[in-house]
């Protein structure tokens, strides 16, 4: 069973850190693409960076790009994403998603349609 367990989320001041974590089981890691995206109140979900393990390849959305970091631990099959810098419109529900797919350039990674599998969402809100 595929399954997408995302955590770390939390309450932070302005400025802040946090690091996000999603851990995947299920399938073959390295077989597979991930994308965090979040949904704000009121707004559409959006992409903020996505990664292809196998390859290396990386996107950053421009909002976060300087500030947040995505990553993965293949021998923890886990995608990690470090938030620095955090400001008061970071605030959202994160979502990690899986795509069965080896790379970022084979696939729309900024469309959540493309991704196959998602995990619970992780609320993170940054407070002024």
């Known amino acids: 069973e595929v399954q997408l367990q995302a955590s770390g989320g939390g309450l932070v001041q302005a400025g802040g850190s946090l690091r996000l974590s999603c851990l995947a089981s299920g399938f073959t890691f390295d077989d597979w693409s991930f994308g965090w995206f979040r949904q704000a109140p009121g707004k559409e979900r959006e992409v903020v960076s996505c990664?292809?393990?196998?390859?290396?390849?990386?996107y950053t959305a421009d909002s976060v790009k300087g500030r947040f970091t995505m990553s993965s631990d293949d021998a923890k099959n886990t995608v990690i994403l470090q938030m620095n810098s955090l400001k008061p419109e970071d605030t959202a529900v994160y979502y990690c998603?899986?795509?069965?797919?080896?790379?970022?350039?084979?696939?729309?990674?900024?469309?959540?349609?493309?991704?196959?599998?998602w995990g619970q969402g992780t609320l993170v809100t940054v407070s002024s």
């Open positions: 998603g899986a795509v069965s797919d080896t790379s970022l350039d084979n696939f729309d990674y900024d469309r959540d349609d493309e991704y196959d599998y």
């Open positions: 990664l292809s393990p196998s390859d290396g390849r990386t």
